[in-house]
């Protein structure tokens, strides 16, 4: 019988949203996944991953790659208390199809 902690760990919508507010920032600040990789000590298909919400960021991962993209924890989230609608409309602006780019 499996126990509840056994069960292999899925994305969830959070974990997508993460990756896509990654990807944003990323791409807004000029960097490669390459680029980005190598400064937080993992490889570009590993960022791919995290951007593409098929792996979990965790914790401390996060916070390299807010340090590293010059933002706060907070702004890979929905709800961040402080961010107004101005914010919220741009990320969703940004889900459009060739708007990052």
Do not use: W
Request: hydrophobic share 35%; net charge neutral; proline share 2%.
């Amino acid at each position: 019988m499996d126990t509840p902690n056994a069960r292999p760990k899925r994305a969830t919508d959070l974990d997508r949203l993460v990756g896509e507010r990654i990807q944003v920032l990323r791409k807004s600040k000029g960097l490669t996944q390459t680029a980005l990789g190598q400064a937080i000590g993992v490889t570009f298909q590993q960022v791919q991953k995290y951007e593409n919400g098929m792996n979990r960021v965790g914790a401390s991962r996060l916070s390299d790659i807010a340090r590293v993209l010059e933002v706060r924890v907070s702004s890979f989230y929905d709800g961040d208390e402080g961010e107004g609608e101005d914010r919220a409309e741009v990320f969703g602006f940004l889900r459009t199809h060739g708007a990052i780019d």
